[in-house]
């Protein structure tokens, strides 16, 4: 698995969007770095208000696509579907979300976000991405259905609100839905109304192979081993036994208890006392990011 990713990010620092007809356009479409770097970094240029996109050979446009390795879903519906406690709660974002922002325009009053799905390949054809983008799209009720062309970015959040998921969605998995997907639409609609009559697909097993399991496991002691339990504060400390949990379950207590060294009993008993987890908002990516010398 990578631990980068490719991603162009903007050289302008913007604290909102530019308006429609503004001379700056032409600028800024030719100022996107192709770059290739790990979520977190990814996080932080957003959280700073980079623009990103594709990658494309100069101006950024459909016929200069090169590649991408980023779906980004856009919710603007300005209401709890747009929210992060709902988002964060959406099968898709829990499973494969790699961030969840807000947008420029988002208020408290009228939410706005976006979540990012980081790809394990990279796509090159734009039309191959166009499909993967509209699937995926398609699955969250309220998405902005017109951001799936390979030549779209997205703004970033000066002063917004990021949260680093750390997911990964697998190219596999994709095209496995995808083609369920393409099964189940209605194909005697005309084109313009399949987009928003597309089924979501439900994931047919949510419980993880047991590899991968293990996998997740690994990655999730190597990842707590680098954070020192008495460095952070309670909160995040709880938080980070709450995202375990609701996360991987059982299989993980084991390795959450040796790395909390709490008093004898003390985190089997906040474990237990967490039910589901699902009282608190943190979930595995604040362990990456944390591991990753985040703060």
Same mark, same amino acid.
């Given at each position: 698995?990578?631990?980068?990713?490719?991603?162009?990010? *903007?050289?302008?620092?913007?604290?909102?969007?530019?308006?429609?007809?503004?001379?700056?356009?032409?600028?800024?479409?030719?100022?996107?770095?192709?770059?290739?770097?790990?979520?977190?970094?990814?996080?932080?240029?957003?959280?700073?208000?980079?623009?990103?996109? $594709?990658?494309?050979?100069? /101006?950024?446009?459909?016929?200069?696509?090169?590649?991408?390795?980023?779906?980004? &879903?856009?919710?603007?519906?300005?209401?709890?579907?747009? @929210?992060?406690?709902?988002?964060?709660?959406?099968?898709?974002?829990?499973?494969?979300?790699?961030?969840?922002?807000? @947008?420029?325009? *988002?208020?408290?009053?009228?939410?706005?976000?976006?979540?990012?799905?980081?790809?394990?390949?990279?796509?090159?054809?734009?039309?191959?991405?166009?499909?993967?983008?509209?699937?995926?799209?398609?699955?969250?009720?309220?998405?902005?259905?017109?951001?799936?062309?390979?030549?779209?970015?997205?703004?970033?959040?000066?002063?917004?609100?990021?949260?680093?998921?750390?997911?990964?969605?697998?190219?596999?998995?994709?095209?496995?839905?995808?083609?369920?997907?393409?099964?189940?639409?209605?194909?005697?609609?005309?084109?313009?109304?399949?987009?928003?009559?597309?089924?979501?697909?439900?994931?047919?097993?949510?419980?993880?192979? %047991?590899?991968?399991?293990?996998?997740?496991?690994?990655?999730?002691? %190597?990842?707590?081993?680098?954070?020192?339990?008495?460095?952070?504060?309670?909160?995040?400390?709880?938080?980070?036994?709450?995202?375990?949990?609701? %996360?991987? $379950?059982?299989?993980?207590?084991?390795? &959450?208890?040796?790395?909390?060294?709490?008093?004898?009993?003390?985190? /089997?008993?906040?474990?237990?006392?967490?039910?589901?987890?699902?009282?608190?908002?943190?979930?595995?990516?604040?362990?990456?990011?944390?591991?990753?010398?985040?703060?």
């Amino acid at each position: 698995m990578s631990d980068s990713y490719r991603i162009a990010i *903007h050289r302008w620092q913007l604290a909102g969007k530019i308006p429609p007809g503004d001379p700056r356009w032409g600028e800024f479409n030719d100022l996107f770095d192709n770059l290739a770097m790990p979520i977190a970094d990814i996080a932080k240029h957003i959280g700073q208000g980079y623009a990103y996109a $594709g990658w494309h050979s100069g /101006r950024r446009s459909l016929d200069n696509f090169i590649c991408a390795q980023h779906i980004a &879903v856009d919710m603007d519906t300005e209401d709890e579907r747009s @929210s992060f406690p709902v988002l964060l709660r959406h099968e898709w974002v829990r499973m494969f979300g790699g961030i969840l922002h807000t @947008s420029p325009s *988002h208020t408290e009053a009228k939410p706005r976000a976006r979540v990012i799905f980081f790809l394990d390949q990279i796509i090159e054809d734009a039309t191959a991405y166009q499909s993967a983008a509209k699937f995926l799209i398609s699955q969250f009720d309220g998405a902005d259905t017109a951001v799936s062309d390979a030549s779209r970015f997205f703004y970033g959040c000066k002063g917004g609100t990021v949260e680093v998921l750390g997911g990964l969605l697998p190219v596999g998995v994709l095209r496995r839905y995808y083609r369920l997907w393409m099964k189940t639409s209605p194909a005697t609609k005309p084109a313009a109304q399949h987009d928003n009559a597309a089924p979501v697909i439900k994931m047919a097993d949510r419980q993880r192979p %047991e590899a991968q399991a293990n996998d997740e496991l690994q990655k999730l002691a %190597e990842a707590l081993g680098k954070v020192d339990a008495w460095s952070i504060d309670y909160n995040k400390w709880i938080g980070i036994i709450a995202a375990c949990k609701r %996360e991987l $379950g059982e299989s993980a207590f084991a390795i &959450v208890e040796r790395w909390a060294q709490g008093k004898p009993g003390e985190v /089997r008993r906040e474990w237990d006392r967490l039910k589901d987890g699902r009282q608190n908002a943190a979930h595995l990516g604040t362990v990456y990011y944390l591991a990753s010398g985040g703060r």
